[in-house]
């Protein structure tokens, strides 16, 4: 999930889907001054395109009426949505789903919702999902934050990943990282007590903001095997995909944050 990035950019890459506070490309200079999106509207992600190839296209036809689940403006029954009663995590943006389909396997008594706009990446999820006989993912390809406002009751989650979201790496753009306070807030309503709260990131300055944001948040309590810098030993189920892998040989840190809810 590490790519090589260039620092003067803002895109992501093909493998991690993009999560943005915002929605909006990076501002004209003349815009500046206009007042941020964040302000009118707070979403998830940034839309980008991509080819989906023929493979997951007929993961689409084959998997998709199983784990599609499609957008409404109610709430979610999720027993009868997994067929079961079990805990539930959130995933906001799964990019290809290599780290959703493993920790999904792992965790065979979790139940993962799934939120992602890019439709490769839903294609390589569900394609994932039947290669490996998964039955406890639920893909909505639709923005998170509008999954939370209206499908997700309060206190219904087990716990919430966010993996490597879009770092939004100039500092001007720094206000359209996905974890600022208004949206750890609607997470937090819906984590149950003692529900966590697991975010990962390679971009120190943005572990830093993370780590910022989660302790300003008074319903939410750091990892007690946190460093003193805030950060948490990567949990068993994270595994380290072949970006990370990557990125670890090229000196990048990578960097995992810990809550729960009190």
């Known amino acids: 999930m590490i790519p090589p990035r260039d620092p003067d950019s803002a895109q992501p890459d093909d493998e991690a889907a993009p999560q943005d506070a915002t929605g ?25 395109g991509g080819r989906t190839t023929e493979g997951q296209a007929r993961a689409y036809e084959l998997h998709g009426p199983q784990f599609l689940l499609p957008y409404q403006a109610s709430r979610l029954d999720l027993a009868a949505t997994f067929g079961r009663e079990a805990p539930t995590v959130l995933e906001i943006g799964f990019g290809m789903g290599e780290a959703t389909a493993h920790i999904a396997g ?10 992602e706009v890019h439709e490769p990446g839903v294609g390589a999820l569900l394609k ?5 006989g998964l ?9 998170a934050v509008d999954v939370i406002d209206h499908m997700l009751a309060p206190s219904v989650l087990a716990g919430v990943h966010i993996f490597f979201p879009d770092p939004w790496h100039k500092t001007r753009h720094n206000k359209r990282r996905l974890i600022q306070g208004p949206l750890v807030r609607k997470l937090v309503e819906r984590l149950k007590t003692g ?20 302790r300003a948040e008074p319903q939410l309590q750091i990892s ?13 189920y994270r595994p380290l995909t072949k970006f990370e892998n990557r990125g670890i040989k090229l000196g ?11």
Not at 24 to 48: C, G, I, N, Q, T
Not at 135 to 143: F, K, M, S, V
Not at 200 to 206: E, G, I, L, N, R
């Open 24 to 48: 909006a490309s990076a501002p004209a200079p003349e815009e500046e001054a206009k007042p941020h999106p964040l302000h009118r509207r707070l979403k998830s992600f940034v839309k980008r």
């Open 106 to 115: 792992l965790l065979p008594e979790t139940n993962f919702l799934c939120c």
């Open 128 to 132: 994932r999902i039947g290669e490996h």
């Open 135 to 143: 039955t406890n993912i639920r893909i909505c390809a639709h923005d």
């Open 195 to 214: 529900g966590y709260l697991h975010c990962a990131t390679d971009w120190k300055p943005y572990a830093e903001q993370m780590v910022e944001v989660l």
């Open 224 to 236: 007690p095997d946190a460093t003193p810098d805030g950060y948490a030993p990567k949990p068993h």
């Open 252 to 262: 990048h840190g990578v960097y995992d944050v810990l809550f729960t809810k009190r």
